[in-house]
């Protein structure tokens, strides 16, 4: 039903620009006092296949755009955007970002958000920097939560402190290296500075950064909106506050709101806070291109497509003529059609090239792209991308409402309508169309790609010599600085440095920020209903739910038998296994079909705990879905893939594994945390050791290792046994996740499937070898990681929950102001892993990661010495809003599937959590941190200079090959 709404500040239509004279706001203010009488239309579409409805509004006094989208979901979404396009490499966007969060007239405190991560229920809060907008989001399913977050995040925004201390912290400061000795010389410090040098260390990042500075030498994009930590330097607080008074503003600001909320109520609230601004000016994102300006909405879709059929999956045309031809490793991470910029680009390229043979590698784009244009694209190939498309916006994830936040900001700031942008099915659709009547992607290719006079080619070599010439640049730069001196600037760099101390040291009043109470909280989570049956004697797990028609499938199959040599192949083998192709397709013709058919068939290693630390399964896990319509197809391809599979292709096993290490390696210096404390953990438990074989460091290692092989026959024969394991009948499991009417065809199809399998033996789990307790793993970057893990209990323990309650107390009231704050590391905190049974600290992009381990030992002396009050409930609030984040529809049921986890023990470990009291914390806290201290085990991920080479009790051992 289409009605008016009766909304007096806010003005919905087309027309709505022009609401920017005297006399719309005049309107505004006569629609203000007679409100029951004039309702202003909304602009307002239902797009059924997203089952939506969405209503844009413009504010009138303001101009403020807002965005409503209705629907059927109670995990509501609040955000709030800004146009934020840099005219500089300073990072001003995003320090800024940092500084908004430092505290707001109506909330005083720094870091409001990490504060009221113990005072709400949200299941998602943040805020992201883009190339030319900065966003904040939040998701929530209470509504008194969403009314706290809405309140604060708006404050935030558009009434930050923006104290000058707050951008030298997170920004950029001078300090003294040595805080003891008045003449020591000064050196750079702060968050975003640090942050930067990090996310320019990663060589994917660096390539994506710097080809689109180059691609759009006239325009925002010609900057590094993250900041370029060379010029982050030359910021002012000055210049910082400008940015905020001119983008930070209702006239350039766009709202957003998503799920079932009491809309009237809440654009009233906005509404009440932004009136307070006169009208200004929108920004709008300009500067001149490189690349040819086409009819944007024609090309998004029709791009994206391109996209796909282009690069996706081993059967595309440059996967077979740059990576099956042993070219390059893999294709770079800027590939395909990107929309964030006001006009888009098309990439295409490789990794891993040998520097001969790159001129090799753009004569075969051209000449792929030319055969592509004459011959067209496979008609198979084109259905299945299509078919993909349908799956993707079906598939029902837990965090709709923010996935189409994220879809939508960028073209909205560059002035597209956003509901357009939502309406798949009538893009897919004109898609159809043209495909029925031509070749579509011949004009496109021809257009944007052959015939552009605007293409770029870009070559990134690597440097061995690289960071240490940032780091001699910065070094010269500070010697610089040093000289240069005076005696009165550095007065004021001590005085800053005792006054940011000061003010980090300050115990703050929080009592202004909103919480919700315990009483908020649900005492009991419903129960998920799980029917238990069988498929040929074949355990089977069902769950019966809405799933806008989509048959989800997960197989689990132990490997206990598993011979232990065999183990670190595991995840090789599960990703060749769907890659290599079958005895009757190759890999192409197979994974063509699997995109036809199915929403792609994934496999994961399994490592299941059942709860309980002294046992544990090893297995991998396979899932797929499709629609209710393909259930028989879905079926035969999967007793295709796991009758038929063929290891022996050589060639195709040497080109999967080439790709495999290059990722895996690249991934170490963005999570150098996680290697950390997988490798302090690896000798507390055999699961823990498997944990690091199969996603640490020495699976690293092992993969390296198997690419330098010069035959590939030994690996392939691994492979095969590894999947003659995974087929025995009795060590299989499988659960049904579809709708009620699509249960019958899932049974008997699954009937038919295992009837063909053989039957099962037992045998010993792995041997576990000792590592050191302090082990430095060095990689070339310039920042580090570290890690301190205990032993402790299984996630059953009763005392499982108190020591989770003692990891989010440390990282909150301890370990994000010393390691962060005063350290200036990227991120640092403590958890309770219970399902590894494991306590554990880390610090992310950390610039002195053995001065963090001495951190972590005094959090230990921190928490048995605290008396926490308020801080405790405000610590178990944040805990139950991570046990009730929602789930998506796939995921139902899966945490008893495959980890033997009842909604039972759910149940028990929430009762004691509403228990918890600060004897408990304290008691777990001596008992696993204090008293068995010398069970803990070490490690840190970091450069070579930074690795502890002098100390005898470390091991030290290099990453880089
Ligand atoms: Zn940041």
Redesign the pocket.
């Given at each position: 039903m289409k009605t008016s709404r009766k909304c007096p500040m806010w003005n919905g239509g087309a027309n709505a620009a022009n609401a920017a004279n005297a006399e719309a706001q005049n309107a505004a203010a006569t629609a203000a006092a007679a409100s029951n009488q004039s309702a202003a239309t909304a602009s307002r579409r239902n797009i059924p296949e997203l089952e939506l409805t969405a209503v844009r509004y413009r504010h009138l006094k303001t101009g403020a755009e807002y965005l409503h989208i209705d629907r059927e979901d109670e995990n509501k979404v609040f955000s709030v955007g800004f146009a934020t396009p840099p005219s500089d490499s300073t990072g001003v966007a995003?320090i800024l970002?940092?500084v908004t969060l430092c505290g707001s007239q109506r909330y005083p405190v720094r870091d409001p958000f990490f504060k009221m991560l113990n005072r709400t229920m949200a299941n998602f809060m943040n805020a992201f920097?883009a190339c030319d907008f900065t966003m904040y989001p939040f998701a929530t399913e209470n509504w008194k939560d969403y009314e706290h977050l809405r309140d604060i995040y708006m404050d935030a925004t558009f009434n930050p402190l923006l104290r000058r201390l707050d951008f030298l912290q997170e920004g950029w400061r001078l300090e003294r290296a040595d805080p003891t000795d008045a003449s020591s010389p000064v050196e750079y410090k702060g968050?975003?500075f640090n942050?930067m040098k990090g996310a320019l260390s990663d060589p994917g990042q660096l390539f994506y950064t710097r080809t689109q500075q180059l691609m759009y030498p006239n325009s925002p994009y010609a900057h590094v909106s993250?900041g370029d930590p060379a010029a982050i330097t030359q910021l002012t607080y000055e210049a910082l506050r400008a940015f905020h008074d001119k983008c930070y503003h209702p006239s350039n600001a766009r709202f957003f709101s998503y799920g079932k909320i009491p809309l009237e109520a809440h654009l009233a609230a906005v509404d009440k806070k932004i009136s307070q601004f006169e009208r200004s000016q929108a920004i709008v994102v300009s500067g001149t291109y490189n690349a040819q300006e086409g009819t944007r909405r024609e090309v998004i879709y029709g791009q994206q497509e391109g996209t796909s059929l282009l690069t996706d999956g081993p059967s595309s045309p440059m996967y077979r003529g740059l990576i099956d031809t042993g070219l390059g490793a893999e294709f770079p991470p800027n590939t395909g059609y990107n929309t964030s910029t006001r006009v888009g680009s098309f990439t295409l390229g490789l990794q891993g090239v040998r520097e001969s043979e790159v001129e090799k590698v753009f004569a075969s784009i051209r000449e792929i792209l030319h055969t592509v244009h004459k011959d067209g694209l496979d008609p198979n190939r084109v259905q299945a991308t299509l078919h993909a498309m349908e799956l993707g916006y079906k598939h029902k994830t837990a965090n709709f409402g923010l996935q189409l936040a994220q879809a939508i900001y960028s073209g909205w700031c560059h002035g597209s309508d956003p509901i357009d942008l939502l309406e798949i099915e009538k893009n897919l659709n004109r898609l159809r169309e043209e495909l029925a009547n031509g070749q579509p992607f011949r004009r496109l290719i021809e257009k944007y790609l052959l015939n552009s006079k605007n293409a770029l080619e870009c070559v990134m070599l690597p440097d061995p010599a690289y960071h240490e010439k940032l780091q001699t640049q910065e070094r010269q730069c500070l010697e610089e600085v040093n000289k240069k001196l005076s005696t009165s600037e550095r007065d004021c760099i001590l005085e800053d440095e005792a006054a940011l101390l000061a003010k980090q040291g300050e115990v703050e009043d929080h009592s202004c920020l909103p919480t919700l109470q315990l009483s908020d909280v649900a005492p009991q989570r419903p129960s998920t209903a799980l029917n238990f049956t069988a498929a040929h004697g074949v355990p089977l797990q069902q769950r019966a739910l809405s799933t806008n028609g989509i048959s989800y499938v997960q197989l689990v199959s132990s490997l206990a038998n598993l011979p232990p040599a065999l183990l670190p192949y595991v995840p090789f083998y599960c990703e060749a296994l769907t890659m290599v192709g079958t005895v009757t397709k190759d890999a192409a013709e197979f994974d063509d079909e699997i995109r036809r058919y199915t929403g792609g068939i994934g496999l994961v290693i399994r490592h299941s705990l059942y709860a309980d630390v002294s046992r544990y399964e090893l297995g991998v896990g396979l899932g797929t879905h499709a629609l209710d319509k393909d259930v028989p197809r879905m079926y035969e391809l999967l007793q295709e893939l796991l009758q038929k599979v063929d290891f022996s292709r050589l060639d195709r096993v040497y080109t999967l594994l080439q790709g495999r290490t290059s990722a895996l390696v690249q991934s170490v210096p963005d999570s150098g945390h996680v290697f950390a404390r997988l490798a302090a953990s690896s000798d507390l438990s055999p699961s823990q050791y498997v944990s690091n074989v199969w996603r640490g460091i020495a699976q690293v290692q092992h993969t390296q290792e198997m690419a330098a092989q010069t035959s590939m026959s030994d690996i392939a024969d691994k492979l095969t046994t590894i999947h003659q394991h995974i087929l025995r009948q009795s060590a299989i499991r499988v659960a049904v996740n579809a709708q009620p009417n699509a249960m019958a065809e899932n049974q008997q199809q699954l009937d038919g499937l295992f009837a063909q399998l053989a039957p099962n033996t037992s045998a010993a789990p792995p041997a576990t070898d000792a590592i050191s307790t302090r082990i430095a793993y060095t990689i070339d970057a310039p920042t580090s990681f570290a890690s301190a893990v205990y032993p402790t209990v299984p996630y059953i323990h009763p005392d499982s929950m108190p020591l989770q309650v003692l990891g989010s107390l440390m990282t909150n009231l301890f370990l994000h102001r010393e390691i962060r704050e005063k350290n200036g590391a990227y991120g640092g905190g403590a958890s309770h892993v219970s399902t590894a049974g494991s306590f554990a600290f880390y610090s992310y992009r950390d610039p002195d990661a053995l001065r963090s381990l001495d951190v972590f030992r005094e959090s230990v002396d921190w928490a048995l010495a605290r008396k926490f009050t308020d801080e405790l409930s405000e610590a178990k609030l944040s805990i139950f809003s991570s046990l009730d984040t929602p789930i998506g529809a796939a995921e139902e049921g899966m945490l008893y599937f495959k980890d033997r986890i009842t909604d039972e023990m759910r149940q028990a470990r929430r009762d004691i959590l509403f228990r918890v009291g600060v004897d408990d914390i304290h008691r777990v806290c001596d008992t696993y941190l204090r008293q068995q201290a010398a069970k803990a085990r070490y490690a840190v991920v970091c450069n070579t200079e930074q690795a502890p080479h002098d100390r005898t009790d470390w091991q030290v051992a290099s990453m880089t090959p």
């Amino acid at each position: 039903m289409k009605t008016s709404r009766k909304c007096p500040m806010w003005n919905g239509g087309a027309n709505a620009a022009n609401a920017a004279n005297a006399e719309a706001q005049n309107a505004a203010a006569t629609a203000a006092a007679a409100s029951n009488q004039s309702a202003a239309t909304a602009s307002r579409r239902n797009i059924p296949e997203l089952e939506l409805t969405a209503v844009r509004y413009r504010h009138l006094k303001t101009g403020a755009e807002y965005l409503h989208i209705d629907r059927e979901d109670e995990n509501k979404v609040f955000s709030v955007g800004f146009a934020t396009p840099p005219s500089d490499s300073t990072g001003v966007a995003h320090i800024l970002e940092h500084v908004t969060l430092c505290g707001s007239q109506r909330y005083p405190v720094r870091d409001p958000f990490f504060k009221m991560l113990n005072r709400t229920m949200a299941n998602f809060m943040n805020a992201f920097t883009a190339c030319d907008f900065t966003m904040y989001p939040f998701a929530t399913e209470n509504w008194k939560d969403y009314e706290h977050l809405r309140d604060i995040y708006m404050d935030a925004t558009f009434n930050p402190l923006l104290r000058r201390l707050d951008f030298l912290q997170e920004g950029w400061r001078l300090e003294r290296a040595d805080p003891t000795d008045a003449s020591s010389p000064v050196e750079y410090k702060g968050v975003v500075f640090n942050e930067m040098k990090g996310a320019l260390s990663d060589p994917g990042q660096l390539f994506y950064t710097r080809t689109q500075q180059l691609m759009y030498p006239n325009s925002p994009y010609a900057h590094v909106s993250g900041g370029d930590p060379a010029a982050i330097t030359q910021l002012t607080y000055e210049a910082l506050r400008a940015f905020h008074d001119k983008c930070y503003h209702p006239s350039n600001a766009r709202f957003f709101s998503y799920g079932k909320i009491p809309l009237e109520a809440h654009l009233a609230a906005v509404d009440k806070k932004i009136s307070q601004f006169e009208r200004s000016q929108a920004i709008v994102v300009s500067g001149t291109y490189n690349a040819q300006e086409g009819t944007r909405r024609e090309v998004i879709y029709g791009q994206q497509e391109g996209t796909s059929l282009l690069t996706d999956g081993p059967s595309s045309p440059m996967y077979r003529g740059l990576i099956d031809t042993g070219l390059g490793a893999e294709f770079p991470p800027n590939t395909g059609y990107n929309t964030s910029t006001r006009v888009g680009s098309f990439t295409l390229g490789l990794q891993g090239v040998r520097e001969s043979e790159v001129e090799k590698v753009f004569a075969s784009i051209r000449e792929i792209l030319h055969t592509v244009h004459k011959d067209g694209l496979d008609p198979n190939r084109v259905q299945a991308t299509l078919h993909a498309m349908e799956l993707g916006y079906k598939h029902k994830t837990a965090n709709f409402g923010l996935q189409l936040a994220q879809a939508i900001y960028s073209g909205w700031c560059h002035g597209s309508d956003p509901i357009d942008l939502l309406e798949i099915e009538k893009n897919l659709n004109r898609l159809r169309e043209e495909l029925a009547n031509g070749q579509p992607f011949r004009r496109l290719i021809e257009k944007y790609l052959l015939n552009s006079k605007n293409a770029l080619e870009c070559v990134m070599l690597p440097d061995p010599a690289y960071h240490e010439k940032l780091q001699t640049q910065e070094r010269q730069c500070l010697e610089e600085v040093n000289k240069k001196l005076s005696t009165s600037e550095r007065d004021c760099i001590l005085e800053d440095e005792a006054a940011l101390l000061a003010k980090q040291g300050e115990v703050e009043d929080h009592s202004c920020l909103p919480t919700l109470q315990l009483s908020d909280v649900a005492p009991q989570r419903p129960s998920t209903a799980l029917n238990f049956t069988a498929a040929h004697g074949v355990p089977l797990q069902q769950r019966a739910l809405s799933t806008n028609g989509i048959s989800y499938v997960q197989l689990v199959s132990s490997l206990a038998n598993l011979p232990p040599a065999l183990l670190p192949y595991v995840p090789f083998y599960c990703e060749a296994l769907t890659m290599v192709g079958t005895v009757t397709k190759d890999a192409a013709e197979f994974d063509d079909e699997i995109r036809r058919y199915t929403g792609g068939i994934g496999l994961v290693i399994r490592h299941s705990l059942y709860a309980d630390v002294s046992r544990y399964e090893l297995g991998v896990g396979l899932g797929t879905h499709a629609l209710d319509k393909d259930v028989p197809r879905m079926y035969e391809l999967l007793q295709e893939l796991l009758q038929k599979v063929d290891f022996s292709r050589l060639d195709r096993v040497y080109t999967l594994l080439q790709g495999r290490t290059s990722a895996l390696v690249q991934s170490v210096p963005d999570s150098g945390h996680v290697f950390a404390r997988l490798a302090a953990s690896s000798d507390l438990s055999p699961s823990q050791y498997v944990s690091n074989v199969w996603r640490g460091i020495a699976q690293v290692q092992h993969t390296q290792e198997m690419a330098a092989q010069t035959s590939m026959s030994d690996i392939a024969d691994k492979l095969t046994t590894i999947h003659q394991h995974i087929l025995r009948q009795s060590a299989i499991r499988v659960a049904v996740n579809a709708q009620p009417n699509a249960m019958a065809e899932n049974q008997q199809q699954l009937d038919g499937l295992f009837a063909q399998l053989a039957p099962n033996t037992s045998a010993a789990p792995p041997a576990t070898d000792a590592i050191s307790t302090r082990i430095a793993y060095t990689i070339d970057a310039p920042t580090s990681f570290a890690s301190a893990v205990y032993p402790t209990v299984p996630y059953i323990h009763p005392d499982s929950m108190p020591l989770q309650v003692l990891g989010s107390l440390m990282t909150n009231l301890f370990l994000h102001r010393e390691i962060r704050e005063k350290n200036g590391a990227y991120g640092g905190g403590a958890s309770h892993v219970s399902t590894a049974g494991s306590f554990a600290f880390y610090s992310y992009r950390d610039p002195d990661a053995l001065r963090s381990l001495d951190v972590f030992r005094e959090s230990v002396d921190w928490a048995l010495a605290r008396k926490f009050t308020d801080e405790l409930s405000e610590a178990k609030l944040s805990i139950f809003s991570s046990l009730d984040t929602p789930i998506g529809a796939a995921e139902e049921g899966m945490l008893y599937f495959k980890d033997r986890i009842t909604d039972e023990m759910r149940q028990a470990r929430r009762d004691i959590l509403f228990r918890v009291g600060v004897d408990d914390i304290h008691r777990v806290c001596d008992t696993y941190l204090r008293q068995q201290a010398a069970k803990a085990r070490y490690a840190v991920v970091c450069n070579t200079e930074q690795a502890p080479h002098d100390r005898t009790d470390w091991q030290v051992a290099s990453m880089t090959p």
